[in-house]
């Protein structure tokens, strides 16, 4: 800023007019063991986002008797929450509006917000970046580990200061691509994994190399491996198996190609990578994947129009492995992000409704064995639900 | 400083005219044809405004902000006057309001609206806004009305101006215009040139509200524009006019700042476009009529790379052009007791362009215009009828369609006593889609060809009454309205990274405008407009819901001007205006997080001709001379952050700007 600019911006401040004072933070109530705590989950936290994503606000469903209520913290229209032992952590991406991790404690609603760019990144970079955090888990009681999509290096926050003391650089994975895109974090035992989309073809979203899982050593966040997907852009949560001796991934390549991605298989001991379900078995793009049981899948499939058929649709299907069948749970005719959520006995889908006010928007219960059990659990009017979440 | 005041003098002597005695008469020539055309415009059964943009025009920003004090008119910016702006009439989007200058649709097959930003203020002496629907001859797209931008017309004599200023944020402003009316021939050349370096501050909140934030120099919003307009014109040996060509020509470059918390560092979009249009105005014993061409092309460049790209995104480069060609005619002939006025015209856009992806994608349409307005009346009454039908064919890559959308209006004006006019006009339109909602872009929008023309009707009520008492004119308007649209063609996310144009919704609105004009000779003017709103989207049963997004609820512009002359001190002209807009919701949910508060911001002006040369004004104008830049912004919780005052989520507007002009001007 040249000192001309300065002054100017010093005589035009004149005036600025009185502006509220900000919500008092509340880091240090949050660094705590419970962060680390794993809690059988009571609710689910949605966030509701309008039509065209331009704004968003958050509810808790109750998991007792499916009630639904506003939580009184702030969401947008592109926010994912993840549960952080009794706390919500708020993942806010919206491109012009918030970007930041938001801790929310519900039971006394306080909060804590974090930038999540270091001292050295904010003064190094010739304007703000975009961060686009897409997931985040606690490494110990005041310490959590935060995927930027958009940065090539992985956030270690501390909690009390919430600020971020130091990154992980994922540079030298990116491959081909512009960046590494990290998307998703998960413990495994002693390590956590991070996928990387590696997208090499961004703009056309025509993606060819394969996407890759990145493993850290939890304490020292070192690199042990590096384990080569089979297809490109793994999308959405690692989620184990049933025996616990591997984790499923989906990878939609490119929604303009049928055949490219899968539900990928990565056992922990090996690292071994292998295909569950190729797309071509169920006409469309996998985009999500939940384990039911240890032969049937929650699978989310997005489809794009292939030629003259009308295929633009979504469907969420309970797939088994074993026959190779599937049972659609769920039709629609508009995308919605939300992932299938397997809860205890049950299973929720997010319904993105249809039309511009997303008529019969809202969640669907099922039994693991497919059996509708809730017809509809609307969160409220005009909105979809964008981020289902098990919370305590 | 001595060197500026010889330049300023040199250049004085130069535009030095007659004696006073003619410039007063050649001013009251031209501004009688020009409040003769106003009239014309006001005093018809469809609602409008007609505004002189004479005096403000030179060194104005922008159009829209020219056009903010008609009833009804709101809009909205991403920033500064040369910023993307769009312009909501009775609260419908840009894509239902046709624009035209001198008579061209500026809308075209590829496009949503029209940007206001890009067209020229200081080339335009009047622009005629009408509400609820267009003039026929304006075509069949006209859901909500229509906004007729009419460029300068040459004075009798030799007239000569410059104008020329400087203000905050680097803005620079020149206007030059020369025209001549001698015998039969007659003609303008006008040279409008603006340029900002955008470095106005804003409140950053970093992507973090619950965090201070601080004030920032805005980057990347520098601009520069320059625009050129040629006409010249023959009159016949009776007088009458003749044939008349008109070229516009411009060039405009900006900056792309992209949202306030993320900032770019590189990104500039650029346009050159050049519109030509001949006319030949044909007469007979008892009727008259035009023939016209015009050519407009029009080349966009998007040019997303360097240190920091828009919203980070992989850099790429995107072109587009727009060619469209038209032949029309009108005609106006007395039949009995009724007035016809068939219009026809034959329009053919060619649209190319693509990103550097998946090479061009084009598309054209054909579309083929008749209609006619008929009218009867007497001074004290006048009923209008008016319908047209358009056939439009549609090309791209291997498909073809041909689609039919129609107009119909009907009006009524009674006037029970001189100064008391009552209205009543209804409207019926069809718009039809896009090029890139019918076939996609080949990029983030794919191609709905299915998509069924929007629809709409609007219904108006209106009284007007206009007195003239001495020295002192008075004119006050109301009018109160109705309109629906259905099949209104948003875009739907249909994946992580498609959209497609659908036909979702219906839109209703109510709505009650208000102007009173009052001005005492030339030496003192208060213009008051107001609007109140209900603008809904319906559900499909019918049932009312959320607000329009971007839609206030109320809206309010008040301008006043005094000019006095104290002993040898010459002409000292003040101003004032206040602009006051009701809370809009910014998402369709009416998220009260999202909500653009109400504001009101303040303007203030000062000119000065002095007596010894009073072809020369000095000005100071102030903008949002209170610095509004920021606003509450409530949380779920109860509390509430500091947010940047905007229209646009994200893209903050600016805060107190002043700009300094002088003009030279020469008159007969």
């Given amino acids: ?392 | 400083m001595r060197a500026l005041a010889a330049t300023t003098l040199a250049a004085a002597c130069c535009v030095l005219g007659s004696p006073a005695a003619a410039q007063e008469e050649s001013a009251t020539v031209r501004g009688q044809r020009v409040a003769a055309d106003r009239r014309r415009i006001e005093s018809s059964p469809r609602p409008a405004t007609s505004l002189d943009l004479r005096a403000r025009g030179p060194l104005a920003e922008s159009v829209a902000d020219l056009l903010d004090e008609a009833p009804g008119v709101h809009v909205r910016r991403t920033g500064d006057g040369f910023s993307p702006q769009s312009l909501t009439l009775r609260g419908a989007p840009g894509s239902h309001l046709t624009v035209a200058l001198d008579g061209v649709v500026l809308n075209d097959a590829a496009s949503d609206g029209v940007d206001l930003a890009l067209l020229p203020p200081a080339l335009l002496e009047r622009a005629d806004v009408y509400r609820g629907s267009a003039p026929v001859r304006l075509g069949t797209a006209s859901l909500a009305g229509a906004v007729e931008l009419i460029t300068r017309r040459p004075d009798p004599g030799l007239t000569t101006s410059l104008s020329m200023g400087a203000g905050s944020f680097g803005a620079r402003r020149l206007a030059a215009l020369a025209s001549l009316r001698a015998g039969r021939t007659e003609a303008l050349v006008a040279l409008g040139a603006r340029g900002t370096d955008g470095t106005f501050t804003y409140y950053d909140d970093g992507g973090a509200a619950r965090l201070p934030g601080t004030f920032t120099l805005r980057r990347n919003a520098w601009a520069d524009a320059i625009d050129l307009l040629a006409r010249v014109c023959r009159r016949d040996d009776r007088g009458r006019a003749g044939p008349c060509l008109l070229t516009l020509a411009g060039w405009r470059s900006r900056g792309v700042p992209g949202p306030g918390s993320l900032p770019t560092d590189g990104p500039y979009a650029s346009q050159r476009r050049a519109l030509t249009r001949l006319s030949w105005p044909l007469y007979g014993d008892a009727w008259r009529g035009e023939l016209w061409s015009a050519v407009i092309v029009r080349d966009d460049l998007f040019d997303n790379t360097g240190r920091v790209t828009l919203f980070n995104s992989a850099p790429y480069v995107a072109r587009s052009t727009t060619a469209s060609m038209e032949l029309g005619a009108t005609l106006s002939r007395p039949l009995g007791p009724l007035r016809l006025e068939p219009t026809a015209r034959l329009r053919h856009e060619r649209f190319g362009g693509g990103q550097t992806l998946d090479g061009d994608l084009s598309a054209t349409r054909t579309a083929l215009l008749a209609g006619y307005e008929l009218s009867a009346g007497t001074p004290r009454w006048q009923l209008t009828h008016g319908a047209a039908l358009e056939a439009l064919a549609d090309r791209a890559a291997t498909t073809s369609d041909l689609r039919l959308p129609w107009t119909l209006s009907l009006g009524a004006r009674w006037s029970p006593v001189d100064a008391l006019t009552i209205r009543a006009h209804a409207a019926w339109a069809r718009r039809a889609p896009t090029l890139p909602e019918l076939y996609g872009d080949r990029g983030t929008v794919r191609g709905n060809p299915s998509l069924r023309p929007e629809t709409g009707w609007n219904f108006d009520l209106g009284a007007v009454y206009t007195r003239e008492t001495g020295p002192i004119r008075a004119r006050f308007e109301v009018s109160g309205y109705v309109r629906r649209v259905d099949d209104v063609i948003a875009l739907v996310q249909v994946n992580r990274t498609r959209f497609e144009a659908r036909n979702l919704v219906a839109s209703r609105v109510l709505g009650v405008e208000a102007q009173a004009r009052l001005a005492w000779r030339d030496r003192a003017s208060v213009t008051v407009s107001a609007a109140l709103l209900d603008a809904r989207i319906l559900d499909a049963s019918g049932t009312l819901g959320a607000r329009v997004p971007g839609v206030p609820w109320s809206d309010l512009s008040a301008l006043a001007s005094v000019s006095f002359e104290p002993a040898r001190a010459g002409r000292i002209t003040v101003g004032a205006g206040l602009s006051y807009v009701g809370l809009a919701y910014l998402d369709e949910s009416n998220t009260a997080a999202y909500a653009s508060p109400a504001r009101t911001l303040v303007n203030a002006s000062l000119a000065w001709s002095p007596s010894f040369l009073r072809a020369l004004t000095l000005s100071l104008d102030a903008t949002n001379l209170l610095d509004l830049r920021t606003a509450p912004r409530p949380l779920p919780d109860g509390t509430s952050v500091t947010a940047a005052v905007q229209d646009f989520l994200g893209y903050p507007l600016p805060g107190r700007a002043l700009f300094a002009s002088l003009t030279l001007t020469n008159r007969p």
Avoid: K
């Fill in chain 1, 1 to 392: 800023m040249t000192r001309r600019s300065l002054a100017l911006a010093a005589l035009l401040c004149a005036g600025c007019g009185a502006d509220p004072t900000p919500p008092t933070q509340s880091c240090a109530h949050f660094a705590t063991a419970a962060l680390t705590a794993t809690m059988a989950p009571a609710r689910l936290v949605v966030t509701g986002v309008s039509p065209r994503y331009d704004a968003g606000r958050l509810f808790s469903v109750s998991l007792e008797d499916f009630s639904v209520r506003d939580l009184p913290i702030e969401a947008t229209g592109d926010t994912v929450a993840r549960a952080l032992g009794p706390f919500v952590a708020l993942l806010h991406r919206a491109i012009g509006d918030q970007d930041n991790l938001t801790l929310y404690d519900p039971a006394d609603g306080r909060v804590c917000q974090v930038a999540l760019l270091t001292d050295a990144e904010r003064t190094a970079a010739p304007t703000r970046p975009l961060i686009n955090a897409h997931d985040v888990v606690a490494l110990d009681a005041r310490t959590l580990l935060v995927a930027r999509y958009n940065l090539d290096a992985l956030a270690v926050v501390d909690v009390a200061s919430a600020r971020v003391t130091r990154t992980v650089d994922l540079t030298p994975f990116v491959g081909t691509a512009p960046h590494a895109y990290p998307d998703a974090l998960r413990r495994v035992g002693d390590e956590v994994w991070v996928t990387l989309q590696r997208d090499n073809d961004p703009l056309r979203a025509n993606p060819t190399q394969p996407g890759l899982v990145v493993r850290l050593d939890a304490t020292t966040l070192a690199v042990r491996a590096a384990v080569a997907l089979t297809h490109p852009n793994p999308y959405g949560p690692l989620v184990p198996t049933t025996d616990g001796r591997a984790l499923l991934v989906s990878t939609f390549g490119s929604y303009n190609t049928l055949g490219d991605g899968a539900v990928e298989r990565i056992e922990i001991a090996t690292g071994a990578v292998s295909d569950v379900v190729d797309e071509r078995a169920v006409n469309g793009n996998i985009d999500a994947v939940a384990v039911l049981d240890a032969t049937h899948l929650a699978l989310r499939v997005s489809a794009e129009r292939q030629g003259t058929s009308a295929l633009d649709d979504l469907r969420v299907l309970r797939f088994d492995t074993e026959t190779r069948t599937a049972q659609t749970l769920l039709r629609a005719g508009t995308w919605g992000a939300a992932a299938p959520v397997v809860v205890g006995e049950r299973v929720v889908i997010a319904d993105p409704g249809e039309g511009y006010a997303r008529t019969n928007a809202g969640l669907r219960v099922f039994g693991r064995d497919g059996t509708e059990l809730r017809a509809r659990v609307s969160i409220a009017p005009s909105l979809l639900p964008y981020d289902v979440q098990p919370a305590r």
